[in-house]
Each structure stands twice: as C-alpha cells, then as structure tokens.
C-alpha cells in the first residue's frame, strides 16, 4: 500500500513550500495539453450538433479514449521532494521513493531514478531538452573564450553557475544532492512503493472497447 499523495499545492515548475517540499513539472506539457483538450472538445461538442448517424457516438468513445491519455501524459506527470522521499507520478504510475532507498538520478536522454535494488523509473515531469543542452554549452564556451586563463573569482554566485546548465540538469543535479544529502537520513528509509493509475487506465480501455465495438457493429 502507497503512502498518500502530499496534498500541498505548488507552482507549476519547481518551488519550495512551507514545508520545504519541491515540486517539478513540465509548463511546456501541461499547456500542450490543455491545446489538445481545447481541440478535442471543439470536435465533440461540433459532432453532437451537426453529426448524424453513428458519428456523435464514435466522437464521443473517441473523446472518452483520448480525454484520459491527454490528462495522463501532460498534466498528470510531477516529481515532489521533501525531506523524506521522492515522489514520482508518471502518466500510468505513481512510485514513492524514500531518500533511503535512492541509488541516484540522472538525466541522459531522458530523466532516470535508480534505486539500490536495481530498478529504474522515468521521471516524466522532467524532459530533457538537447536544444537547451546546446545552448547552455554554447553558454559555456562563450564564457570560457571570455575568461581564457581562469582570472573569473572562485566565489561567483551560485546562480550565475547554475545559469551554465540546461534546466533539465539543473532539476536533476538538485535532485541528487538531495538525495545524497538525505540517504541516512532516520526518516528517510524504506522500501520503494508503486501503485498503477488505474484511475487512467479505466477510463481509457472503456473508451476503446466502447469505440472498438462501435467501429465494428
């Protein structure tokens, strides 16, 4: 059984709470979703005004298929830290991860958590962009061909170093050190937990062999 979902409510990128929780999700997803609901919802409502026939019906199982898996790949997915865990909600799962059992975080072509005993989940909340990668490389050269023989102070600001890297990375880099800082942590331990959504996938089968059946009759 999976510990409960933290019911405080964040910004839609990354910010602490009262609590010093984090949450991270993806802007450019969920306003791609919502275009895509907006898009969905002007067919249906056109189809059961103007449609004859069969064609309202097929609409609306079409709608009752796609509605659950817009939600679920764009709005849905969020990576939440606090002191005592990781959670991770992706489009079909929701894994609870204590500090504890978190091996480390990377970020390749997409954004991984290993645990220590051997499993791997996405974190979808977290895209990685090579077109930032690009840019934030270009950032580095740019100041390396400026400061060729190092004379910049070892004590610039935190920001400008966190500014050489994509955001991407910079989620995940925060992330790690986190979790490093908080792997023996007393109330950080336990056993990684994973509960399916079916909340999603209810909706979406429903939808398909509602669909399935009326593309066949």
Same mark, same amino acid.
């Given at each position: 059984?999976?510990?409960?979902?933290?019911?405080?409510?964040?910004? /839609? !990128?990354?910010?602490? @709470?009262?609590?010093?929780?984090?949450?991270? %999700? &993806?802007?450019?997803?969920?306003?791609?979703?919502?275009?895509?609901?907006a898009?969905?919802?002007?067919? *249906?409502? !056109?189809?059961?005004? %103007?449609?004859?026939?069969?064609? /309202?019906?097929?609409?609306?199982a079409? $709608?009752?298929?796609?509605v659950?898996?817009?939600?679920?790949? *764009?709005?849905?997915? +969020?990576?939440?830290? !606090?002191?005592?865990?990781?959670?991770?909600?992706n /489009?079909?799962? *929701?894994?609870?991860?204590?500090w504890?059992?978190? +091996? !480390?975080?990377?970020?390749?072509?997409?954004?991984?958590?290993?645990?220590?005993?051997?499993?791997?989940?996405?974190l979808?909340?977290? /895209?990685? &962009?090579?077109?930032?990668?690009?840019?934030?490389?270009?950032?580095?050269?740019?100041?390396?061909?400026? @400061?060729?023989?190092?004379?910049?102070?070892a004590?610039?600001?935190v920001? @400008?170093?966190?500014?050489?890297?994509?955001?991407? @990375?910079?989620?995940?880099?925060?992330?790690? $050190?986190?979790?490093?800082?908080?792997?023996?942590?007393?109330?950080?331990?336990?056993?990684?937990?994973?509960?399916? $959504?079916f909340?999603v996938?209810?909706? *979406?089968?429903?939808?398909?062999?509602?669909?399935?059946?009326?593309?066949?009759?």
């Amino acid at each position: 059984m999976t510990s409960p979902e933290p019911s405080a409510q964040h910004t /839609p !990128d990354a910010g602490p @709470d009262a609590a010093g929780e984090r949450v991270y %999700r &993806s802007t450019g997803a969920m306003v791609g979703g919502a275009l895509m609901l907006a898009v969905v919802a002007w067919i *249906t409502v !056109d189809a059961l005004i %103007r449609g004859e026939g069969r064609t /309202p019906w097929l609409v609306l199982a079409g $709608a009752l298929f796609a509605v659950p898996l817009i939600v679920a790949f *764009t709005f849905r997915p +969020a990576v939440r830290a !606090d002191e005592r865990r990781l959670f991770v909600r992706n /489009p079909f799962r *929701t894994i609870v991860l204590p500090w504890g059992s978190v +091996a !480390d975080v990377r970020a390749g072509y997409s954004s991984e958590v290993f645990t220590h005993g051997g499993a791997k989940y996405q974190l979808w909340a977290v /895209p990685v &962009s090579l077109r930032q990668r690009k840019r934030a490389a270009r950032r580095q050269m740019q100041r390396a061909a400026d @400061d060729p023989h190092g004379h910049t102070s070892a004590t610039a600001s935190v920001s @400008d170093a966190e500014a050489r890297l994509a955001p991407a @990375d910079q989620k995940i880099a925060d992330l790690r $050190a986190q979790a490093e800082r908080l792997a023996s942590a007393p109330g950080a331990q336990g056993e990684p937990q994973v509960r399916w $959504a079916f909340e999603v996938m209810g909706p *979406t089968v429903a939808g398909a062999v509602l669909l399935g059946v009326l593309l066949s009759v």
